[in-house]
């Protein structure tokens, strides 16, 4: 069974900085590809950043390149997502997400997920 269980969110002021942890069960890096996707009150989710099961790539949307890195550590079985510089409009709640990616590489911020944490909120305000 998948499990994954976010942390780390919390309230910070702008330019300030945040690491969220995902840390994973059920699952291999090896052949899930995980993402983290936010979703703020009134817009669509987006998904922020993810990383390859395939071949370990990792992609980040034009609205967050130069100020979060995702990464990951196999033996902890965690996915981390580093947050600097950040601004309001960074503000929603994150989630981190899975899906089987096996041998088959698929575009991660695009594709649809089908495991999903509880969430951790974000805020960033003065």
């Known amino acids: 069974q998948v499990q994954l269980v976010e942390s780390g969110g919390g309230l910070v002021q702008p330019g300030g900085s945040l690491r969220l942890s995902c840390a994973a069960s059920?699952?291999?890096?090896?052949?899930?590809?995980i993402g983290w996707l936010r979703q703020a009150p009134g817009k669509e989710r987006e998904a922020v950043s993810c990383i390859s099961g395939t071949d370990g790539s990792t992609h980040r949307a034009d609205s967050v390149k130069g100020r979060f890195t995702i990464s990951k550590n196999n033996a902890k079985n965690t996915v981390y997502l580093e947050m600097n510089s950040l601004k309001p409009e960074d503000t929603a709640v994150y989630y981190c997400?899975?899906?089987?990616?096996?041998?088959?590489?698929?575009?991660?911020?695009?594709?649809?997920?089908?495991?999903w944490g509880q969430g951790t909120q974000v805020t960033v305000s003065s």
């Open positions: 059920g699952l291999s890096f090896n052949y899930y590809t």
């Open positions: 997400a899975a899906y089987y990616s096996g041998n088959s590489y698929s575009p991660c911020l695009q594709h649809n997920y089908d495991y």
